[in-house]
Structure formats: structure tokens, C-alpha cells
């Protein structure tokens, strides 16, 4: 079974675990998610898959990558982000 690209194997333990690295000039702008910690200029969304098997690791990265693109902001009109009280003035949720 092939593994998806945003779950890998956490070191010696064989936990999976999901992965989501976000672009550098999204990371001023990107909205906390439920589910992981809020920092600020964050780099990737990581979080325990709490699984030893490799199929319920894809199972369950599944539903949290869906809430992660769901959240993640894009860009409509191929300008650059720029900020405006914290918030990107030419992006938009994805919906």
C-alpha cells in the first residue's frame, strides 16, 4: 500500500504521523486550525496519527489534510500577500 505524500514514519517509535509544510509567504498570514497548536509564522502543520498501521495512518491523515486545505488561504488574483490588520488583503479562504 502506498503511503501518502503527508504521513510519514516518526522515528524509532513507528508512529505515523501527518505533515503539511506551508509556503514561506503564507506562513505571516496562515489561520490557526483546531486540532494544532497556534504559533505565530508556523512552517508545517504536524500532528500524531496515533497508529502503527500503515492504512489507518492514510485513513486518518485523510480527514485531517481535508480540514487543513479547507482552511488554507489562496491567492485568486496571482498578486502578492499583503497584510492588513493581520489578515492577507488579496487571498480568500477556500471554501
Do not use: C, H
Amino acid at each position: 500500500m502506498r503511503v501518502m505524500s503527508y504521513v510519514r514514519l516518526r522515528g524509532k517509535t513507528g508512529i505515523w504521523e501527518y505533515r503539511r509544510v506551508i509556503p514561506p509567504r503564507l506562513r505571516p498570514v496562515i489561520p490557526s486550525l483546531e486540532g494544532f497548536d497556534s504559533r505565530p509564522g508556523r512552517t508545517e502543520f504536524t500532528k500524531s496519527l496515533d497508529t502503527r498501521a500503515k492504512a489507518e495512518a492514510n485513513r486518518r491523515a485523510a480527514i485531517i489534510d481535508q480540514q487543513v486545505q479547507v482552511s488554507r488561504i489562496t491567492l485568486f488574483d496571482g498578486s502578492p500577500i499583503t497584510e492588513f490588520d493581520g489578515l492577507p488583503t488579496s487571498a480568500s479562504r477556500v471554501l
